[in-house]
Nanobody
């Protein structure tokens, strides 16, 4: 079973940038669509962005449009989330998961990892 491992979080000032990585562990290859989610303290987990493995289709939640970019490196079996113009309200634990694209916003289809903490100071 493929496990997805998140990395790249940290502490950054408002207006700064971070790049998160989501890598598949082990030798197994995963070509499933992937998405980034986040969960802030006291809030429900929400979808941030998603991408198909072909890269032909992406999805962004309104609150990150124009600031975040999701991309992938097929050779490394890794999906990235470039986060620019970060705001304190972006503070959350960010998770990567397999997703299913459909008529509604993509939804998670795999198990959750430990995530990576992103903290944006004002």
């Amino acid at each position: 079973q493929v496990q997805l491992v998140e990395s790249g979080g940290g502490l950054v000032q408002a207006g700064g940038s971070l790049r998160l990585s989501c890598a598949a562990s082990g030798r197994a290859f995963s070509s499933d669509p992937r998405g980034w989610f986040r969960q802030a303290p006291g809030k429900e987990r929400e979808l941030v962005a998603a991408i198909t493995w072909s890269g032909l289709r992406t999805y962004y939640s309104d609150f990150v449009k124009g600031r975040f970019t999701i991309s992938k490196d097929n050779a490394k079996n890794t999906v990235y989330l470039q986060m620019n113009s970060l705001k304190p309200e972006d503070t959350a634990v960010y998770y990567c998961n397999k997703v299913s694209f459909g008529p509604t916003p993509p939804s998670a289809t795999g198990s959750w990892g430990q995530g990576t903490q992103v903290t944006v100071s004002s």
